[in-house]
């Protein structure tokens, strides 16, 4: 079945630098893609959505410069935290829908764990 | 305003018995889709079920089953004979046919079945 991809699985990083995660659609073709982020024992809540060759769309409340996020073709989507602090530690997952968002199956990653010394 | 209530937080069992995970939604829309999702502790969400709104028919997959109830804007599921790997959080969401990218989780219950 499609895979959704997300490297690296865990990341630990001095507070102050910046982190990329990558999504990768392994065996499909995703316009769109969705980054999410869980806090420890809390629900995923999305954070934007990543559209291929456009802007991403970010949710009320999600600082669109410090989670930068590329799209820069159908498999990848990136998702950059820039200038991380401890607060920014949480697990990110991404997903993408294989086929039409009305009939496909939408798709999560491994999610990335985030640890911000 | 759409919303995905999953009022346990954590259920425990003993192995066999049967569980019942409850999720009761709130949307305007008539045209609508429910999910269920499983994260085991590894992390990675596992697809269970997705249903749209004009399919009442409850749903059975092996040891799962799934009760949806639009009179009362619910959508439960059930494991029959529990496993220890059914341990897991498990998840409810909510997408809407005007907006069906985006995913409203519930806030999930964890499930812990004790051998």
């Known amino acids: 079945g499609a895979v959704v991809s997300q490297h690296p699985s865990w990341v630990i990083c001095k507070s102050g630098t910046s982190v990329k995660i990558e999504c990768r659609s392994l065996d499909f073709q995703a316009t769109t893609m969705f980054w999410y982020r869980q806090f420890p024992k809390q629900s995923l809540m999305l954070m934007a959505t990543?559209?291929?060759?456009?802007?991403?769309?970010?949710e009320q409340g999600v600082e669109k410069d410090k989670f930068l996020i590329n799209h820069a073709s159908l498999t990848l989507s990136t998702l950059t935290v820039t200038s991380a602090h401890p607060e920014d530690s949480s697990f990110y997952i991404c997903?993408?829908?294989?086929?039409?968002?009305?009939?496909?199956?939408?798709?999560f990653g491994e999610g990335s764990r985030l640890t911000v010394l | 305003a759409q919303k995905v209530t999953q009022a346990q937080t954590e259920i425990s069992v003993v192995e066999k018995e049967d569980v019942t995970l409850d999720c009761v939604y709130e949307t305007r829309d008539t045209t609508y889709y429910l999910f269920w999702y499983k994260q085991p502790p590894s992390g990675e969400l596992v697809f269970l079920i997705r249903r749209n709104s004009f399919d009442e028919q409850n749903e059975i997959s092996g040891r799962y089953s799934w009760n949806f109830q639009k009179s009362t804007s619910s959508f439960n599921f059930t494991i029959t004979a529990s496993q220890v790997v059914d341990s897991a959080v498990y998840f409810c969401?909510?997408?809407?046919?005007?907006?069906?990218?985006?995913?409203?989780f519930g806030t999930g219950t964890r499930l812990q079945v004790f051998p």
């Open positions: 997903s993408a829908y294989a086929g039409t968002a009305n009939t496909g199956e939408l798709f």
């Open positions: 969401a909510l997408s809407e046919a005007g907006n069906t990218d985006k995913l409203i």
């Open positions: 990543s559209n291929e060759g456009s802007k991403a769309t970010y």
